[in-house]
C-alpha cells in the first residue's frame, strides 16, 4: 500500500467556484471528513454519517431553500466543500438561516482552502438573498478561531447528540 503523499503549498492550487448539482455525489465524504475528532482520539466509523442527526446535512442536497455550496477543485478533483441547508439542526436558528457546513480533505489542510471556500459561498449566499449564516462547532474545536476570523460571533451555546458543549455561531452577511 502505498503512501499519499502530502502536497506542498507550491502544488496546491485549487480553484474555488459555486457547488454545482454534479458535486452532491461528494457530500457524503465531506460530511465525514466535517466530524471534529479531538487529538489522540480515534475516528468514528463512517456509518455515523447515517445517524439522522448528521445525515440531515446532506439528505436530499438540493432540494430545500439554503441548499447552496463552494466547492475546492484541483486537478479535477474536489478537495473541499462548503454548504450551507436551512434544517433544524445543531446551528439552526430561525427558518431564514441556512446552516453552514465545511470541510477540507486532511492532505489539502492548513493551504488556505477553507477560507477561499467560505468567502465564495458567502457571495452565493448574498446573491440568493441571505442577510446571515450559522454553524455549530465544538468548543474546543480549533476551527472556532477560523470561524471567528471570518466575521461569525457566538451566538450562545448547545450540547450536541453526544453530550459535546458547542458554540453556536451566526455571521452576518452585510450587503
Same mark, same amino acid.
Given at each position: 500500500? =502505498?503512501?499519499?503523499?502530502?502536497? +506542498? =503549498?507550491?502544488?496546491?492550487?485549487?480553484?474555488?467556484r459555486a457547488m454545482r448539482e454534479s458535486d452532491y455525489e461528494c457530500l457524503s465524504?465531506?460530511? /465525514?471528513?466535517?466530524? /471534529?475528532v479531538p487529538k489522540d482520539a480515534k475516528p468514528p466509523p463512517r456509518s455515523v454519517i447515517n445517524d439522522p442527526e448528521i445525515f440531515v446535512y446532506i439528505?436530499?442536497?438540493? +432540494?430545500?431553500?439554503?441548499?447552496l455550496g463552494a466547492v475546492a477543485v484541483q486537478n479535477g478533483q474536489v478537495v473541499g466543500a462548503a454548504? +450551507?441547508?436551512?434544517?433544524?439542526? /445543531?446551528g439552526h436558528v430561525d427558518s431564514v438561516t441556512p446552516e453552514l457546513a465545511i470541510s477540507v480533505l486532511p492532505e489539502f489542510r492548513n493551504y488556505g482552502i477553507g477560507s477561499k471556500m467560505m468567502k465564495k459561498l458567502f457571495i452565493v449566499?448574498?446573491?440568493?438573498?441571505?442577510?446571515? +449564516? =450559522?454553524?455549530s462547532v465544538q468548543k474546543d474545536n480549533p476551527a472556532v478561531r477560523f470561524y471567528q476570523r471570518l466575521g /461569525?460571533?457566538?451566538s450562545?451555546?448547545?450540547f450536541d447528540h453526544a453530550g459535546h458543549e458547542d458554540y453556536l455561531m451566526v455571521k452576518e452577511l452585510g450587503p
Open positions: 500500500m =502505498s503512501m499519499k503523499k502530502a502536497p +506542498t =503549498s507550491l502544488e496546491v492550487n485549487a480553484k474555488v465524504e465531506f460530511l /465525514y471528513q466535517a466530524i /471534529y439528505k436530499d442536497f438540493g +432540494t430545500l431553500p439554503g441548499d454548504w +450551507t441547508r436551512i434544517i433544524p439542526a /445543531y449566499l448574498r446573491e440568493n438573498g441571505y442577510k446571515q +449564516t =450559522s454553524l /461569525y460571533e457566538m450562545g451555546e448547545r
